[in-house]
């Protein structure tokens, strides 16, 4: 059984950074696609970044040159380094996981398409 947990959120000014972690139990990232959604209150759950098992990755326009994403292999752990967040960035950050189908780092990747596992979220809060 995979089980992901998120970490990392808070409140934060407009402008700052925030790095975000989700450590993984139950699998490799060596054989999945990870990524990280977000939900913000009355909108639906969108994709911002993911990394492939290649290290490949892939953002939306977004957050593209603001977010990125890594993973460390050796400590299980995902990670998204946020800079100049503003305040469209508040939202629950999600990690997903789902297995490995070639569609990871590309724009359908963003998609919440076969993401078979789930963290229970992480809030992040920017106020201007």
């Known amino acids: 059984q995979v089980q992901l947990v998120e970490s990392g959120g808070g409140s934060v000014q407009a402008g700052g950074s925030l790095r975000l972690s989700c450590a993984a139990s139950?699998?490799?990232?060596?054989?999945?696609?990870m990524g990280w959604f977000r939900q913000a209150p009355g909108k639906e759950r969108e994709g911002g970044a993911t990394i492939d098992t290649d290290g490949s990755t892939g953002y939306a326009d977004s957050v593209k040159g603001r977010f990125t994403i890594s993973q460390d292999n050796a400590k299980y752990t995902l990670y998204l380094q946020k800079n100049s967040l503003n305040p469209d960035d508040t939202a629950m950050y999600y990690c997903a996981a789902k297995p490995q189908d070639g569609l990871c780092s590309r724009p359908l990747g963003l998609e919440d398409i076969g993401y078979r596992y789930w963290g229970q979220g992480t809030q992040v809060t920017v106020s201007s």
């Open positions: 139950g699998h490799t990232y060596s054989n999945y696609c």
